[in-house]
């Protein structure tokens, strides 16, 4: 049984940080591919972030380049998103995303992933 939980959330002021953390559990494939998508309601949910384990290589969204880092300890299978200078926009609820074989160049899509965490609210006002 594959879970998946993030933390890390809260509230924030403009060009503050937030770090997020995800820890998934059941499941040991390699390579993986691990990630954070975000969602407003009313809207589509939104790749931010992602990670390709074997190839230590990182995919964002351009809408969050130079100010989010995303990373991953593939031993202990935990991925972290560093966000700083937060912007009002960047409210959401986040969450954590994997699947098994590494990422695609469609990493963003949310048919990418098999496995989803509930979610950690970001609020930034």
């Known amino acids: 049984h594959v879970q998946l939980v993030e933390s890390g959330g809260g509230s924030v002021q403009p060009e503050g940080s937030l770090r997020l953390s995800c820890v998934a559990s059941g499941f040991t494939v390699n390579p993986k591919c691990m990630g954070w998508f975000r969602q407003v309601p009313g809207k589509q949910r939104e790749g931010v972030a992602a990670?390709?384990?074997?190839?230590?290589?990182?995919y964002y969204a351009d809408s969050v380049k130079g100010r989010f880092t995303v990373s991953l300890d593939n031993a202990r299978n935990t991925l972290w998103l560093q966000m700083d200078s937060l912007k009002p926009e960047d409210t959401a609820m986040y969450y954590c995303?994997?699947?098994?074989?590494?990422?695609?160049?469609?990493?963003?899509?949310?048919?990418?992933?098999?496995?989803w965490g509930q979610g950690t609210q970001v609020t930034v006002s």
């Open positions: 990670a390709y384990s074997e190839v230590r290589a990182t």
């Open positions: 995303v994997l699947r098994s074989g590494g990422c695609r160049e469609r990493w963003s899509r949310t048919s990418e992933f098999n496995y």
